[in-house]
C-alpha cells in the first residue's frame, strides 16, 4: 500500500444531532447536549465526529435543506455553541466531519428565493437552479423525486419548473454554473478556516446531471423515471470534484466522504483514487439495496431479509476491487437505513448481543474506514411504531401515502410491516443514555418516540456491564489502531467460503500476520472445519469459551498468527 493517510486507520462515530442529546428540553437534540457528551464518544475510543447537518434549515428533511450554510439551525444552538463544540472535541483528539449538502439548497436559501424572485429569467441567480420550460404542457421529462412524485415542481410566476431530485422544497442546485461552484467552494474555505477537519458530502454524485435532462428508462409499472440512475455519475462531475479538490480539498490534511448514490466499483476508484485527486473514499448503496422489494416499484419498501450469499458477494466484490486503487467506507447503518442488528443480525432478546458483535467485528475487521451509527454500539434496533402517526419522516409518509392511498399499489398492513423493517425513522428514534421515561435524552416528550426497550437497551446499562456490546465495539477499534494488517492487510475469502450459506470466513494478511475471522451468519449451529495453526491467538470472540469449531449461533472468531506464506486455510 502506499503511504497510509491517518483516514485509513480511523474510526468514525457519527452523530445524529436531532435525537442525541437534548441539553435545553424541548424535545429536540442540540449541540450543548453533544458537548455535553463527548466524554462518552471519547471512551469509545474513536477518531471522528462526523455530524449531520447542524445548520440553518426549513427542516422538511432533517436538516438536508439548508437555507444558510453559514448558520446554525436555532434549535441545536448557535456558532458560539459549534465553536466551542469543535474546540473541546480537539482537546480530547477528536476530530470533527461535517455535512456538506450542496446537490441541492433549502427552497428559503437566499439564492432560491432570489431565483424565483423575478419573472424576467435573466437575473444572476435564475441559472443557480435548474429551471426549464413546459413540454407539452408538462413536466420537462419523466424523473420522478426520491421523496415520491415527480421531480420537476411548476412556479406559476414564471412559467417554468425546476428541478428537485428530493423534496419540492429541496431545489437542486445548477453545478454547470461555474458561479454555483465558485459559491460552494468559497462557503467550504470558510469551514475551513473555522478549523473542521472534513466533509462527508451528500449526494455528492447527483451532482452533474446528464446534457439535455433526457427522459430516465421507466421500469414497467413504474410511476416515474428512475432520476438517481440518470442524474448518478454524470458527465462532469469527478471534473467538478477533481477543481473542489484544488480548490479546497487539497489545502487540509481532512477526512472526505462522497455519499454516491448509484456509485459502481469502477466509478468510486475515481472518487475515491488513492492519487488523492477527488476524494477519500465513498459510501457505496449497493450492499443495503440487496434486500428491496422484487417489484421495482415498490423499491426499497420490503420486509426481505438478504441472503449470506448474495451479502457476502456484495462486499467481497468491494473489498476485492477497490484494493490498492481507492478507499473503502465499511457501515451497517445510518440516519437512512434500520438499525444493524434489526435487518441484517436478530434482534430477538436472545440474539441481540450475540448478533450485534458478530456483525461488528464482521465489519470492523475489513478494510477500509468503519463508520458507528450513534446508538449502535449499545445495539439499538428498529423502532417498532405500530401505527402512521408514530412516524415523522417524509420519505415514510409520502411513500405510505402514494403506495397505499393514492395508488392502491400494497396494503395499508403491508406497508406499515414495510416500514417497520425500511424506515428511515428506525435510526432516528433518540438515543438511548438510560432507563428513565425519555431514556435520558430529555426531560419532556421528545420529537420522534423513544423505543420502548430503552428501559433494558441504554449507555448506562451497556457501561455497567464488561461484556456489553459498547465494550465490544470499545476492542474492535483498539485493535484496528494497533495491528496494522486490519488497515493494510490484503483481503481473501477463505478458499470454499463463497458458497457457504451460513458462515462467512475471511482472512487479511500482511508481510508478517495473518487475520483469520469465521462468523456464523445464523440462529443455527453448524460445524466446520478450519486450519487454524496452533500458535494462533483468539483476538476476538463473542461467546465467553471456546470449544471445538462447531459455531454457535451467530459466533464470531478472530485468530492472529504469523504469515509462513505457503500454509493454505
Ligand atoms: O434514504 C434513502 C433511501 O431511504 C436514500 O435514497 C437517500 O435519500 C439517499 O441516500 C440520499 O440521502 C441523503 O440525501 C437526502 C437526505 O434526505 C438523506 O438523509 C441524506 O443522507 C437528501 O438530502
Not at 140 to 158: H, L, M, Q, R
Not at 547 to 564: G, K, M
Amino acid at each position: 500500500m502506499a503511504k497510509e493517510m491517518w483516514w485509513q486507520n480511523a474510526v468514525v462515530y457519527q452523530v445524529y444531532p436531532k435525537s442525541f442529546q437534548d441539553s435545553d428540553n424541548d424535545g429536540i437534540g442540540d449541540l450543548r447536549g453533544i458537548i455535553n457528551r463527548l466524554d462518552y464518544i471519547k471512551q469509545l475510543g474513536v477518531d471522528v465526529i462526523w455530524l449531520n447537518p447542524i445548520y440553518k434549515t426549513s427542516n422538511i428533511d432533517g436538516g438536508y435543506d439548508i437555507s444558510d450554510y453559514q448558520k446554525i439551525n436555532p434549535t441545536f444552538g448557535n456558532m458560539t455553541d459549534f465553536e466551542e463544540l469543535l474546540d473541546k472535541s480537539h482537546q480530547k483528539g477528536l476530530k470533527i466531519m461535517m455535512d456538506l449538502v450542496v446537490n441541492h439548497s433549502s427552497f428559503e436559501h437566499e439564492w432560491f428565493q432570489k431565483s424565483i424572485q423575478d419573472d424576467s429569467k435573466d437575473n444572476k441567480y435564475r441559472d443557480y437552479y435548474i429551471w426549464r420550460d413546459p413540454v407539452d404542457g408538462h413536466e420537462p421529462n419523466n424523473w420522478g423525486s426520491f421523496f415520491s412524485g415527480p421531480a420537476w415542481t411548476y412556479d406559476e410566476k414564471s412559467g417554468q419548473y425546476y428541478l428537485h431530485l428530493f423534496a419540492k422544497e429541496q431545489p437542486d442546485l445548477n453545478w454547470d454554473n461555474e458561479a454555483v461552484r465558485n459559491s460552494i467552494f468559497d462557503m467550504m474555505n470558510w469551514w475551513a478556516a473555522k478549523g473542521i477537519d472534513g466533509f462527508r458530502m451528500d449526494v455528492i454524485s447527483l451532482i452533474s446531471k446528464p446534457d439535455g435532462l433526457p427522459n430516465a428508462p421507466i421500469t414497467e409499472g413504474a410511476l416515474y423515471g428512475n432520476s438517481g440512475d440518470a442524474a448518478a455519475n454524470g458527465p462532469h462531475v469527478h471534473d467538478y470534484l477533481t477543481e473542489m479538490n484544488k480548490q479546497v480539498l487539497q489545502k487540509h490534511d481532512w477526512i472526505t466522504v462522497g455519499e454516491t448514490a448509484g456509485v459502481t466499483t469502477s466509478e468510486a476508484k475515481k472518487y475515491a483514487n488513492l492519487d488523492g485527486t477527488e476524494l477519500n473514499m465513498v459510501f457505496q448503496f449497493e450492499h443495503v439495496g440487496l434486500d428491496g422489494n422484487q417489484n421495482p416499484t415498490l423499491g426499497k419498501w420490503s420486509d426481505k431479509h438478504v441472503s449470506l450469499l448474495a451479502l457476502r458477494s456484495n462486499l467481497v466484490k468491494w473489498q476485492k476491487a477497490l484494493a490498492g486503487k481507492a478507499w473503502n467506507s465499511l457501515y451497517w447503518n445510518n440516519h437512512d437505513q434500520p438499525r444493524a442488528i434489526s435487518r441484517f443480525g436478530n434482534d430477538s432478546p436472545e440474539y441481540r448481543l450475540v448478533s450485534g458483535k458478530m456483525l461488528a467485528a464482521l465489519l470492523h475487521f475489513m478494510q477500509g474506514t468503519p463508520y458507528i451509527y450513534q446508538g449502535e454500539e449499545i445495539g439499538m434496533t428498529n423502532a417498532n411504531f405500530q401505527t402512521m402517526d408514530q412516524y415523522q419522516d417524509l420519505e415514510s409518509i409520502n411513500a405510505y401515502h402514494e403506495l397505499v392511498e393514492q395508488e392502491h399499489l400494497i396494503s395499508a398492513d403491508v406497508m406499515m410491516n414495510y416500514l417497520r423493517a425500511r424506515s428511515r425513522d428506525n435510526a432516528r428514534t433518540p438515543m438511548q443514555w438510560d432507563s428513565t421515561t425519555y431514556a435520558g435524552f430529555s426531560d419532556v416528550t421528545p420529537w420522534l418516540e423513544v423505543n420502548a426497550n430503552h428501559e433494558s437497551i441504554n449507555v448506562d446499562a451497556a457501561l455497567k456491564d464488561k461484556e456489553s456490546l459498547f465494550y465490544f465495539y470499545q476492542r474492535l477499534i483498539t485493535l484496528r489502531h494497533e495491528l496494522p494488517v486490519i488497515t493494510d492487510g490484503t483481503f481473501d475469502l477463505v478458499t470454499g467460503n463463497e458458497k457457504d450459506e451460513a458462515v462467512f470466513a475471511y482472512t487479511r494478511k500482511n508481510d508478517k500476520e495473518v487475520l483469520l475471522v469465521i462468523a456464523n451468519f445464523t440462529a443455527q449451529s453448524v460445524s466446520r472445519a478450519y486450519n487454524i495453526p496452533k500458535d494462533s491467538k483468539l483476538l476476538i470472540q463473542n461467546y465467553p469459551d471456546v470449544t471445538s469449531l462447531a459455531l454457535r449461533p451467530y459466533e464470531i472468531r478472530a485468530y492472529l498468527f504469523s504469515n509462513r506464506d505457503n500454509e493454505s486455510m
